[in-house]
């Protein structure tokens, strides 16, 4: 019995000290793991620096500058690498919140930066049942110190940061503050910084506007944006599996039904890829205006940070308010698009090594091409490059000209811009690119100076020249009224005033011009006599060198600088005929001061700026002067709207239809406009038909266009199609009929205003009732390339 009682005894104080050293284990253990954590929260501090409270408070990330339309559309943004514009938690859907959530970090709303239970499995499954970071712990990595190290220790240590900062940005911000940052610093590949640039290239949308599916898919390029890239020639599959094992997700959490999860992964990823580069998009000969007049605001010692430094364009989240309107700008570039690549059809087809052994130049023998060429290659970026950045003599930099390269060209292929992929010399590439016709055009309302829409050329990515502001060139018979303006202003002249269309030669001197100057009608004919109103309708050049004769050289001059013409205009006669060259930027600020009944308002383009906290930084001030009464602006108005009557500009009124060669040319009288409402405007032509110009204005826009090619010397043989009204005025019709067709835009279709105290006589029935001003020379004396 004693035995028994001392061996439950034994036992009993056994099992008492296994308890005991298990007690000693669990407090060894635990004691161990807290001097554990400790040692690795100093280690974490030694080895590298937390961020204070400031920086928590004001994560730095580059934010683009962006650059917005009237009505509120992102028309581009300036950045260098990231281009990121942040969004509310406002501005994202739910599901976009859900989807994120349920595949990253289910129990986000339950933890404070880290997730006990997700920790725990991730250590005892070695991380094979999945990881254990929560989106604070990705935001942290995100913000602080990016990507992980190969290295065992700094893993951990990294780690443990991950687990500082989570812990105090969930102290410092809320859990939506905390998914909003997260979406906005999160790169999504293809300049897609961010969830806003992501929506947009991806699927042409904003946030808000992204369905289910289209979320799903962005939630899960977070896995990795680059393995799960969404372009067709990357990993379109593998995104749509990603994609479905969110839904899955979704499904799982009960955000979605099983339903609604089967039939959403059956759908196609349906992407619209657009991207977003400072060369694509919409309005990039505005935007790069745009960048200069950023540049040389951001310069100026008055614009300053807080801090005194300088704003950075391409990173400190500026928002460029401009008066582009995004509908606008789209129907002009439209325009374009439709019509250069018929007119160009059509010049390739007259102008053939076969017909033309000098195409594309006409006119020049050999010599003068090849001086043409050379000063072309030494403009060239290929020459700046090499004598400047690699600092080549001459001589090689003129021998590479020959050296066959490998390069993208531009074309046109059925209407559309078309790349080749091809192998050719540098030289007969610049010689290849003088076949092609440029467009320039601008669109403003006369009242504010806004300019709504700006077409530079046809395709920044090719031809980066702006033809809206930096292309100058001769304007032909669009300078004639001004020269009617100032005879209308001095000598209170009416349009029903009839002068004889007989030539007439200026004396040599007698306004500084070395000889005698005798200009000749483009058809030869003279005779009889011509109402101002048909004269100008029918650009007759001997009426308009007699009104220059009446008033003399210096008083025009003096009126285009007041009507805001930078550009040298020298004081002689042949002016009256359009000899100098202007800007579309200058001509359309110039023509509106007619419809804003003789007050100039110089062209705005910027309303406002705010800094990323939507301060307002910039405000313009609008800047106008009269120049003209209003009589006269209305009855030059009056003269104008003749040319869309009768003249040149007939055309506007006329009902054709569209019809096609087999290679894609167009007969270009076949647009179809049929426009009944008040238009002023007019044609404008140079004497060997490299310039075609159109004015056309209504009481609430005016809309310059200029077409021609970067050589004068590359030109239409004749002017059946070499003039304004083929070259330039379909461009304005095609604008203008899609402005017309968009109500929501309220483009005028009244007659121009008549002052109250009109005392000049523009009723020609009144004037002479023998007479009438649009049809008083016969039709037979209308040069036949100006009867439509």
């Not at 940052?181 to 992501?198: L, T, V």
């Not at 109402?531 to 308009?544: E, G, H, M």
């Not at 869309?644 to 167009?666: I, M, N, V």
Request: with cysteine; charged share 25%; aromatic share 10%.
């Amino acid at each position: 019995m004693a035995k028994k009682q001392a061996k439950k005894q034994t036992k009993k104080q056994a099992e008492t000290q296994d308890f005991t050293k298990y007690i000693r284990l669990f407090w060894k253990l635990f004691l161990g793991g807290v001097l554990a954590i400790i040692l690795l929260f100093v280690l974490t501090s030694m080895f590298g620096d937390l961020p204070d409270h400031t920086i928590l408070e004001n994560p730095k990330t580059n934010l683009a500058t962006e650059i917005i339309s009237s009505d509120g559309k992102t028309l581009g943004k300036f950045y260098f690498n990231d281009n990121r514009t942040p969004v509310s938690y406002d501005e994202l859907p739910q599901h976009l919140v859900d989807a994120l959530i349920a595949t990253e970090d289910a129990r986000f709303h339950e933890h404070s930066g880290i997730d006990a239970r997700g920790t725990l499995r991730a250590i005892v499954k070695l991380g094979k049942g999945g990881g254990a970071s929560t989106i604070s712990q990705q935001l942290a990595k995100q913000l602080f110190h990016g990507e992980g190290s190969k290295n065992t220790i700094e893993r951990i240590l990294q780690k443990a940061k991950e687990w500082i900062i989570a812990i105090r940005l969930e102290r410092q911000y809320t859990k939506e503050e905390i998914i909003a940052q997260y979406f906005n610093i999160y790169d999504f590949g293809n300049n897609a910084d961010g969830i806003r640039s992501a929506s947009r290239i991806y699927f042409g949308k904003e946030p808000m506007e992204l369905d289910i599916k289209e979320s799903a898919m962005l939630v899960g390029m977070f896995k990795n944006s680059s393995l799960y890239n969404p372009r067709p020639e990357r990993n379109p599959v593998g995104v749509k599996n990603r994609r479905n094992v969110v839904l899955a997700q979704m499904e799982k959490y009960d955000y979605i039904s099983e339903k609604v999860k089967d039939s959403l992964q059956k759908l196609d990823l349906g992407l619209r890829y657009s991207p977003e580069s400072h060369r694509e998009g919409t309005a990039t000969y505005f935007r790069e205006y745009l960048r200069a007049f950023m540049k040389d605001w951001t310069n100026d010692e008055n614009n300053r940070k807080p801090d005194g430094t300088k704003y950075n364009i391409n990173s400190d989240g500026l928002k460029v308010f401009t008066t582009i309107d995004s509908r606008m700008q789209l129907y002009a570039e439209e325009a374009v698009a439709r019509h250069m690549p018929r007119l160009q059809a059509e010049f390739f087809h007259q102008n053939t090594p076969k017909r033309n052994p000098t195409a594309p130049f006409l006119d020049l023998d050999k010599a003068e091409i090849e001086s043409l060429m050379k000063r072309s290659m030494k403009q060239s970026e290929r020459w700046r490059h090499m004598k400047y950045d690699l600092k080549k003599k001459d001589k090689e930099i003129i021998a590479s000209f020959d050296v066959p390269k490998k390069m993208t060209i531009f074309s046109w292929k059925e209407g559309k811009v078309h790349e080749i992929d091809t192998i050719m010399k540098p030289m007969d590439s610049m010689r290849y690119y003088k076949h092609f016709l440029h467009p320039g055009m601008m669109s403003m309302d006369p009242q504010t100076g806004h300019v709504k829409a700006w077409v530079g050329g046809m395709n920044y990515k090719h031809f980066q020249y702006d033809h809206v502001k930096q292309g100058k060139r001769q304007v032909g018979s669009t300078f004639k009224p001004f020269v009617y303006a100032t005879a209308i202003d001095q000598l209170h002249l009416s349009p029903c005033d009839e002068l004889p269309n007989t030539q007439i030669t200026i004396e040599a001197n007698k306004y500084g011009n070395p000889e005698p100057w005798t200009p000749k009608n483009s058809d030869n004919k003279y005779g009889g006599t011509r109402t101002l109103k048909n004269a100008l309708a029918n650009s007759i050049n001997t009426i308009t060198a007699r009104l220059m004769d009446k008033v003399g050289p210096q008083p025009v001059v003096d009126l285009v600088k007041k009507l805001g013409v930078e550009s040298e205009v020298l004081p002689v006669p042949s002016i009256a005929l359009g000899t100098p060259d202007l800007s579309v930027y200058e001509m359309v600020g110039a023509y509106a001061t007619f419809a804003n009944k003789g007050v100039y308002t110089k062209p705005v383009m910027v309303t406002h700026i705010e800094d990323k906290n939507g301060t307002i930084l910039y405000q313009f001030t609008p800047e106008s002067r009269d120049v003209l009464s209003e009589e006269a602006a209305y009855v030059t108005v009056n003269l104008m709207q003749g040319v869309t009557q009768s003249g040149s500009g007939a055309r506007l009124r006329t009902k054709g239809a569209d019809s096609y060669r087999a290679d894609y040319r167009e007969i270009i009288t076949g647009y179809p406009y049929q426009f009944t409402n008040p238009i002023a405007g007019k044609t404008g032509t140079t004497q060997n038909q490299s310039d075609g110009w159109f004015m056309g204005m209504v009481p609430n826009l005016v809309t310059g266009v200029w077409v021609g090619a970067e050589d004068r010397a590359t030109h239409f043989a004749s002017i059946t199609y070499g003039q304004g009204a083929a070259m330039a005025l379909p461009i304005w019709g095609m604008y203008m009929k899609s402005c017309y067709e968009d109500e929501t835009l309220n483009i005028s279709q009244a007659d121009f205003e008549k002052p109250e105290d009109l005392t000049i006589e523009v009723d020609c029935s009144k004037y002479n009732p023998n007479q009438d001003a649009g049809s008083d020379t016969p039709e037979e004396d209308i040069p036949e390339e100006l009867d439509f």
